[in-house]
Nanobody, 119 residues
């Protein structure tokens, strides 16, 4: 059974940086799709970034150029490097792993890690 554990959240001033990590265990898929999502208070959950097993990535327009998604294959770990943080980046951040292709029907969620960006 796939399990995900996020870490790296915290409080930072605008313009600062954080790196989120998500460690996956209990799976053996060679074809995958990793996601970072976020949900701010009172707002809908939104996709932040995606990386697939061929290394290709995509980002939400709101974070493109500031955030970088990557993975350490050997460590089964997903990362989100967050630079030039803005107060509007404040949210609970969740990682997710899709088995095979990018498909919400094949998704396992982490518990989330809080990111708070102050002015």
């Amino acid at each position: 059974q796939v399990q995900l554990a996020e870490s790296g959240g915290g409080s930072v001033q605008a313009g600062g940086s954080l790196r989120l990590s998500c460690v996956a265990s209990g799976y053996k898929y060679s074809w995958y799709c990793w996601h970072w999502f976020r949900q701010a208070p009172g707002k809908e959950r939104e996709g932040v970034a995606v990386i697939v097993s061929d290394g290709s990535t995509k980002y939400a327009d709101s974070v493109k150029g500031r955030f970088t998604i990557s993975q350490d294959i050997a460590a089964n770990t997903l990362y989100l490097q967050m630079n030039s943080l803005k107060p509007e980046d404040t949210a609970m951040y969740y990682c997710a792993h899709d088995r095979g292709v990018c498909d919400s029907g094949r998704r396992t969620w982490g518990q989330g890690t809080q990111v708070t960006v102050s002015v």
